[in-house]
Structures are given as C-alpha cells and as structure tokens.
C-alpha cells in the first residue's frame, strides 16, 4: 500500500496531501496552480526536481474533500 499522509488545518479550512515516500526530500521545485473557475477552487499542484507530483494543497477542503478523509488526516491548528 501508498504511504500517504494527509494534514488539515480547520480553522484555515486547508488541507495537504503528500506523496513522498521515506526518505525522499518535501522540497517543492514548482507549483502549478489549477484554474479556480475550472475546479471552483484553489488546488495547487507541487512537484519536486525531477517533475513527479509530490504534493496536492486544497484551500476551501470542506467543499472539495470526503468528510472521512478530513476526520482522518493530521491535524494542524490543535
């Protein structure tokens, strides 16, 4: 199974998903920032040195993310 950690922050009402495995760097090289009016949002899309995605920013998580997922993620404004 995917090793995928997930954090939430409620009073922000953000939520992080990262990809990277044990041992790989969190260091984002780019971002790519989807179209809002497309994905009637903000969700930016991180990726590392060599153009993997490592990591997916979801702002306004409560309208774009499962309740489950949200309940079960790390929390970071406790």
Known sequence: MADVR???DQEAN?????FVGPGRSTRSAATYE???AKVDGVI???????????????LDARSKLP??????AERLDI
């Open 6 to 8: 997930v954090t939430y």
């Open 34 to 36: 989807c179209d809002s």
């Open 14 to 18: 953000a939520a992080y998903v990262y």
């Open 67 to 72: 309740q489950y997922l949200l309940d079960a």
């Open 44 to 58: 930016n899309l991180d990726f590392d040195e060599e153009g993997r995605v490592i990591g997916i920013e979801i």
